[in-house]
């Protein structure tokens, strides 16, 4: 089975249908969250995401902020600006839907899902190998999949030698998947890994292999756009710079 795993579109409505285009054909979607928070299209994000067959969709921090579950108060600066905005304009229908989805974790066959970190599924970021180590112990699939960092990459854990590392990944270089490994496809709407193109990754789980991959979108359209909505400039100046 060829699973299309996407996370922290961030309302980029033009970054997700590049992904989702780039991606062709799956047999299954797997969201790790954060649909909405800084972009211009919170509507047409969570829209696009209703059409998508065979999805499954974890809501992220910025989610469950956005449809009450979690006080605005929490995010800093930017970030809570946008959404306040995205709550006025996302339609009570997008809402709706996103009250329906798991904000927790998921277990599909041989991976675990999470938003953060499977010990702190909606805050914790894994950015280093000590955080990793700790989480490590906390799913019982032989993969888990994150995103929130907003960063491509992998850790692995070396059972034997009791170690964990962060592992390079490159964008269409196929990784041979083994015990035990923390794996982050990396965000459509807002890299922050110096990289500016869209983020995802393709794992297929007959091979038993996880391809990163990236695909430009048109950042200037989508910096307009930001603009347009009012929201901070902060968050169009990163999206082309990567950060
Ligand atoms: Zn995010």
């Known amino acids: 089975m060829r699973v299309l795993v996407i996370s922290d579109i961030h309302a980029n409505y033009a970054a997700l249908e590049a992904a989702l285009k780039d991606a062709g054909e799956v047999d299954e979607t797997w969201c790790l969250g954060d649909l909405v928070g800084y972009g211009p299209d919170p509507n047409a994000v969570v829209e696009k995401m209703r059409e998508i067959n065979n999805l499954t969709c974890l809501l992220g921090n910025h989610d469950v902020a956005v449809i009450g579950q979690m006080p605005l108060e929490t995010f800093n600066g930017g970030a809570r600006r946008s959404l306040e905005i995205h709550e006025k304009v996302l339609s009570a229908s997008n809402k709706e839907y996103m009250r329906t989805l798991p904000s927790k974790t998921a277990v599909l ?83 922050r890994d110096r990289d500016p193109r869209a983020a995802y990754a393709i794992y297929d789980t007959t091979a038993r292999t996880w391809t990163p991959r990236r695909v430009s979108y048109n950042i200037t359209e989508v910096q307009q756009r930001i603009r347009a909505a009012g929201l901070p400039e902060k968050h169009a100046v990163r999206i082309a710079e990567g950060w």
């Open 109 to 191: 066959g041989e991976a675990t899902l999470v938003h953060g970190s499977p010990r702190n599924p909606l805050w914790e970021y894994i950015l280093n190998s000590l955080t990793a180590r700790l989480n490590f112990e906390h799913f019982d699939t032989s993969w888990c999949f994150v995103g929130h960092s907003h960063i491509q990459c992998m850790f692995a854990l070396d059972e034997e030698q009791d170690r964990v590392s962060l592992e390079k990944v490159k964008p269409d270089v196929p990784i041979k998947l083994h015990r035990k490994l923390i794996l982050n496809p990396g965000s459509i709407g807002q890299p």
